[in-house]
């Protein structure tokens, strides 16, 4: 009896491995996985559209617990002590998020925080640009230090919103059997009313002042944007690249830098067209620059 060619067996192993792609297989393994991840945190995946999942909910009364305690700080704070009130602001709310992470069992808290504080210094670069660049920005010296003109607390302010926006966006997207497109639009929309709330609240403090650019009540306009389209972005690469890849091989600290690196660029680019746009003329005048 003939044995069959290599060219044979090669034939009949492209078909077996064309019929699972084309399967449901995989989605039901990855699907699968998901399920078991969720209902190990007491929650049915045939249930979770009617209720909070312990994340979302803990995430909740953290953060409206460190918002009572920010605003009664720095209401009775003097402006000379602000900038250490602020400063230690940002730190308690590192402190504090990490250890419900810890104590809590959320350990997509604690992949996500990681990656947020490596975007935050990336993040040094863009208020850099507007501050001495664009000159758009103006930071108050309240005494704790700065960073490239900076003030050293800024630039980790970043992660507070990025992370209540992807938690946002990753609940939705799991109610939802396709709906990446819009999960990512309402991480967008949820990010753009936190950063618009801080603009228009902070600046009134003021941590940081717009200048030489046009503005809606104290907000730059040429920011909102940049600033709609970075929770995105930021969002879209967590549950895409980062997220999802731990699932299977953990992403190595480069990777997660680069990823970080590329959403920084990413949203100075933006910001610099959107100036060109609602502030080009502005710009060409020079005087704000001399």
Request: net charge negative; glycine share 6%.
């Given at each position: 009896?003939?044995?069959?060619?290599?060219?044979?067996?090669?034939?009949?192993?492209e078909?077996?491995?064309?019929?699972?792609?084309?399967?449901?297989?995989?989605?039901?393994?990855?699907?699968?996985?998901?399920?078991?991840?969720?209902?190990?945190?007491?929650?049915?995946?045939?249930?979770?559209?009617?209720?909070?999942?312990?994340?979302?909910?803990?995430?909740?009364?953290?953060?409206?617990?460190?918002?009572?305690?920010?605003?009664?700080?720095?209401?009775?704070?003097?402006?000379?002590?602000?900038?250490?009130?602020?400063?230690?602001?940002?730190?308690?709310?590192?402190?504090?998020?990490?250890?419900?992470?810890?104590?809590?069992?959320?350990?997509?808290?604690?992949?996500?925080?990681?990656?947020?504080?490596?975007?935050?210094?990336?993040?040094i670069?863009?208020?850099?640009?507007?501050?001495?660049?664009?000159?758009?920005?103006?930071?108050?010296?309240?005494?704790?230090?700065?960073?490239y003109?900076?003030?050293?607390?800024?630039?980790?302010?970043?992660?507070?919103?990025?992370?209540?926006?992807?938690?946002?966006?990753?609940?939705?997207?799991?109610?939802?059997?396709?709906?990446?497109?819009?999960?990512?639009?309402?991480a967008?929309?949820?990010?753009?009313?936190?950063?618009?709330?801080?603009?228009e609240?902070?600046?009134?403090?003021?941590?940081?002042?717009?200048?030489?650019?046009?503005?809606?009540?104290?907000?730059?306009?040429?920011?909102?944007?940049?600033?709609?389209?970075?929770?995105?972005?930021t969002?879209?690469?967590?549950?895409?690249?980062?997220?999802?890849?731990?699932?299977?091989?953990?992403?190595?600290?480069?990777?997660?830098?680069?990823?970080?690196?590329?959403i920084?660029c990413?949203?100075?680019?933006?910001?610099?067209?959107?100036?060109?746009?609602?502030?080009?003329?502005?710009?060409?005048?020079?005087?704000?620059?001399?």
């Amino acid at each position: 009896m003939k044995n069959p060619s290599p060219l044979a067996y090669r034939s009949t192993y492209e078909s077996i491995v064309q019929k699972v792609e084309d399967s449901d297989v995989a989605h039901t393994i990855v699907d699968a996985h998901e399920k078991d991840s969720i209902e190990k945190r007491g929650v049915h995946l045939e249930d979770i559209s009617q209720q909070l999942l312990s994340s979302e909910s803990d995430a909740i009364l953290f953060h409206l617990g460190f918002a009572a305690i920010a605003i009664l700080a720095i209401s009775l704070s003097p402006k000379s002590s602000l900038g250490v009130v602020v400063a230690a602001l940002v730190v308690g709310w590192y402190i504090g998020i990490f250890t419900v992470a810890i104590l809590r069992n959320h350990r997509e808290w604690l992949d996500l925080l990681r990656f947020l504080f490596i975007l935050c210094i990336c993040f040094i670069f863009p208020d850099r640009f507007l501050a001495k660049g664009l000159k758009t920005i103006h930071f108050p010296d309240y005494g704790v230090g700065k960073i490239y003109e900076v003030s050293i607390f800024m630039p980790f302010m970043w992660a507070i919103p990025l992370f209540l926006s992807t938690l946002v966006g990753q609940g939705f997207h799991l109610r939802q059997t396709n709906g990446e497109f819009s999960s990512a639009l309402i991480a967008g929309v949820f990010g753009l009313f936190i950063f618009a709330a801080s603009e228009e609240i902070l600046t009134r403090i003021p941590l940081w002042t717009a200048q030489n650019c046009k503005t809606i009540g104290n907000v730059a306009i040429y920011v909102l944007f940049p600033e709609f389209c970075l929770p995105m972005v930021t969002f879209l690469v967590w549950d895409n690249l980062l997220n999802r890849k731990n699932e299977l091989q953990r992403l190595s600290l480069g990777g997660e830098i680069l990823a970080a690196f590329l959403i920084m660029c990413s949203y100075l680019g933006n910001l610099v067209a959107c100036y060109m746009v609602f502030d080009g003329d502005i710009l060409f005048s020079t005087s704000h620059l001399e």
